[in-house]
């Protein structure tokens, strides 16, 4: 765990046999290259993983949700933003349910972003994550739900502690 990793006393070898793994599944690898995209300031690729809703009504008749937020205030959110680190818990496979074949499942998470004027800001909550028809099968975002965890950057006990949410304790939206 990179959490737990001393960066004062670090080895001097490293074991043969010594192997991490820096993701356990396919939607906190996409969820990595969300991250990746925002940091690069690449906002339309970023934007691209969130799931569309799939045109027309859904089966109980009622319209299609679209949770992406709106392009604009998406790329403002991020005006002050230098950078923000994800931290994941792990991936809970939900499969899909009646109406929502995209969806996959749900990742906690903690997001610390640092603004332009040095100070950070840090959140918790669970993405809603679903399978995409375009490119078919890759894993994309459906919604998110993230409240504020501390002022500053919280200690690495701290973002253990969050990682192991329950997602459906939250009012996830999808």
């Keep these: 765990n990179l959490l737990e990793l001393d960066c004062f006393h670090l ?3 490293v074991s043969a046999t010594y192997r ?10 996409a ?14 690729t970023a934007y691209a993983m969130w799931l569309q809703p799939l045109p ?14 709106d392009y ?3 790329v403002t959110g991020y005006g002050d933003t230098v950078f923000v680190n994800l931290y994941m818990g792990d991936y809970v496979e939900t499969g899909a349910s009646a109406g929502h074949s995209y969806l996959n499942g749900l990742l906690p998470a903690v997001l610390i972003g640092q603004h332009t004027d040095g100070s950070f800001v840090a959140y918790y909550g669970c993405y809603v994550m679903g399978i ?3 490119p078919p099968g890759a894993f ?5 739900t993230f409240l504020p965890l501390v002022e500053g950057a919280p200690l690495g006990q ?17």
């Excluded at 991490?20 to 690898?29: D, I, K, N, R, V």
């Excluded at 701290?158 to 999808?174: G, H, R, V, W």
């Design 158 to 174: 701290l973002i253990l502690q969050y990682l192991n949410l329950d997602c459906t304790a939250f009012s996830l939206q999808y």
């Design 140 to 144: 994309g975002i459906v919604s998110g």
């Design 20 to 29: 991490t793994q820096l993701f356990t599944s396919a939607a906190q690898g």
């Design 11 to 13: 080895p001097t070898t």
């Design 72 to 74: 604009v205030h998406y």
């Design 56 to 69: 027309g009504p859904k089966p109980n008749g009622g319209p299609a949700q679209d949770y992406r937020p």
């Design 31 to 44: 969820l990595l290259g969300y991250y990746s995209a925002v940091n690069n300031r690449d906002y339309a």
């Design 132 to 134: 995409l028809t375009n």
